[in-house]
């Protein structure tokens, strides 16, 4: 069983980043489109560098990159590790559940984000549409590399 959990999430961990490139492509489209404002994580970053919470900081970019990617990374390894079915309904439904405990969670004490009541109109449009795109890579991924085992 051990073996099979560690398998699982290494599988999930790829899937995670796979997943969060996808999810990724929709959070640059919606900031092309005026919706977003400041991309989520590199806010998140920000306020958790040294210095005010609402003044840009070098490579916060960067960091906010790779912050996102990581929490993409070990929440596709627990998925992997956890979920024994991964049809895509389930995977939308993690990638949502990511979205509702993050930004009507711990986001907003962290971050200057609002809950997501209260943010701008287009951005919470443009994160839960990129969580379901997570989601149902993530089960897609997940999927594929179990058929082929």
Same mark, same amino acid.
């Given at each position: 069983?051990?073996?099979? &959990?560690? %398998?699982?999430?290494?599988?999930?961990?790829?899937?995670?980043? !796979?997943? *969060?490139a996808?999810?990724?492509?929709?959070? &640059?489209?919606?900031?092309?489109?005026?919706?977003? /404002?400041?991309?989520? @994580?590199?806010?998140?970053?920000? %306020?958790?560098?040294?210095?005010?919470?609402?003044?840009?900081?070098?490579?916060? /970019?960067? !960091?906010? *990159?790779?912050?996102? +990617?990581? +929490?993409?990374?070990?929440?596709g390894?627990? +998925?992997?590790? !956890?979920? #024994?079915? #991964?049809?895509?309904?389930?995977? $939308?439904?993690? /990638?949502?559940?990511?979205?509702?405990?993050?930004?009507?969670?711990?986001?907003?004490? $962290?971050?200057? !984000? @609002?809950?997501?009541?209260r943010?701008? @109109?287009?951005?919470?449009?443009?994160?839960?549409?990129?969580?379901? $795109?997570?989601?149902?890579? &993530?089960?897609?991924?997940?999927?594929?590399?179990?058929?082929?085992?």
């Amino acid at each position: 069983m051990t073996r099979t &959990l560690i %398998s699982g999430a290494a599988r999930g961990a790829a899937g995670g980043a !796979l997943a *969060t490139a996808a999810m990724s492509t929709v959070m &640059l489209a919606g900031e092309r489109a005026g919706l977003m /404002g400041d991309q989520p @994580p590199k806010r998140i970053v920000r %306020s958790l560098l040294p210095g005010s919470r609402h003044r840009r900081k070098p490579g916060e /970019g960067v !960091l906010g *990159t790779v912050a996102h +990617f990581g +929490f993409g990374i070990a929440s596709g390894a627990l +998925f992997g590790a !956890l979920a #024994r079915r #991964r049809r895509v309904p389930l995977g $939308v439904a993690y /990638g949502l559940a990511i979205w509702m405990v993050s930004y009507a969670g711990w986001v907003p004490k $962290v971050a200057t !984000l @609002p809950p997501i009541h209260r943010d701008r @109109p287009g951005r919470p449009v443009v994160m839960a549409a990129g969580h379901v $795109v997570y989601g149902a890579a &993530l089960a897609c991924a997940l999927n594929r590399w179990d058929r082929r085992r």
